[in-house]
């Protein structure tokens, strides 16, 4: 499988359509099968963009680059989730300019969680730069064709210079500060050069809508392409959790209450995530990101379902080609 | 992290002590030597866990720090300062560049004067040029076309801050 000359992620996005991405976590082993079974089985055929996460929560797996060359070979589209957490600038453009080299045209730009929470809690956390510098610097790559050295970027000195057409993403929390403050952050990302923006899981709409009007005064909501998160949830332990212990996360207790009560915990997660997909749909979003954590084999349902409801609002969208292709 | 006062002569290393003593009481200062505080609420921002720089990291949770639960979010009490006065809301709209960690633990004051390794606003002379906006703005600037020549007229040398 050669790997396109651009994105095809942007290109859905610049004409308009709606997209879908799929978060994927690689293994905690050396296991290159473990993620083309997964790809093949859950993730081919539904997702637009296959995010591939960056040692999450600080635990070791292996990494994004290496997981996001086999969804290209798995005729997939990676975006590789790239943090600063475990590298300084040597070593995030090192990593760049090999995913680059190897096909990767979509990078999520993060900082990274604190290895406070990780499998290493020892570890030095690196955090040499911030979310906003890392997008500034690949997108200095992007328009400038330089390093953050300001050399610039050639084979060899006769040859031409490499300008990385990268489509940079970032990530927004829209929960938990005042929404005209995470509106300036998100305003800074955008001047530095973010193009689209991935939220954490919503689950609270009231807190979605003010930030949203917040990203809107700013006229945010145009000048980049915002993609809210889902998390359909498992169960009710699971959720309760995820709002105790992962950072970020913002989950109200009337949800945590409706899982705990209900008969059929999975049939209740898809509901929920469907009713918030609906709500969501009523803004002006360009996708939905989503977060299939522990609950892989819910992809291919809950992306048709997804899909169905963005068309029924007259969304336009291309059909995502299965694996191998 | 090596502190670059650990090289330095006896009188840097007094004067260093007296700035220290004087901007912990003051900011909670972490001596990065590169002082930035006009630019951000007149508060510290290397006192987040993760020295971001340009706003809140995603875990910040109503007012408090993701990485220590029990402190507040140095963001969140910089974002709410800058609320007192419009000039703080002004300079906070910058992008602040990368650190140059290079002058971690050094004197901030004697790398403006008399060393000169940084300039007034705590940033280099001439910091890394922020190419201003996305693709959206300028379809032209993630052009593929690697001309050498063609460079110069997509490159954008306005700084974000």
Sequence with gaps: MTPPASSTLRRKLEAGQFVLTVEMVPPRAPDLENITRRLQKF??????????????????????????????????????????????????????????????????CLTGDHVRFGDHPTAKPVFDM???????????????????????????????????????????????????????????????????????????IEAFDAWWRAMEARGLHRSLKILPGILPPKGAKGLEYMKTSVPGMHVPDATIRRMQGAADAQAEGRAIALELVDRLLAYPIA????????????IPELAAEIRGRAAKTGRTMDSVAPAGT | MFHQIKHRGLLYRIWYYVERRIKELMFDCHMCGQCVVRSTALTCPMQCPKQMRNGPCGGSMDGQCEVFPERRCIWTQIHRRSRRFEWMRRKLAGIQPAIDWSLFGSSAWLNIWPEKKIALGGHAFTPAPVPSGNIWDRPDAGAPAPTADGSAAQSNPEAGR
Aim: hydrophobic letters at 40%; one cysteine or more.
């Design chain 1, 43 to 108: 993730f081919a055929g539904n997702a637009d963009g296959v995010n591939v996460t960056d040692c999450a929560s600080a635990i070791l797996r292996m990494s994004s680059l290496c997981a996001s060359r086999v969804c290209i070979d798995e005729g997939l589209e990676p975006v590789m989730q790239l943090t600063c957490r475990d590298r300084n600038r040597i070593g995030l453009q090192s990593e760049l300019i090999s995913a680059w080299a190897m096909g990767i045209r979509n990078v999520l």
């Design chain 1, 130 to 204: 911030d979310s906003t510098n890392l997008i500034a610097m690949v997108s200095r790559m992007r328009a400038e064709g330089k390093y953050c050295s300001g050399e610039e970027i050639r084979t060899s000195a006769k040859s031409d210079l490499i300008k990385m057409d990268w489509l940079i993403g970032g990530a927004a929390n829209p929960f938990g500060n005042e929404p005209e403050d995470l509106a300036l952050h998100m305003d800074k990302k955008r001047r530095a050069g973010a193009d689209f923006l991935q939220t954490q899981p919503v689950y609270d």
């Design chain 1, 287 to 298: 996708g939905i990101h989503l977060y299939p954590v522990m609950w892989e084999s819910v």
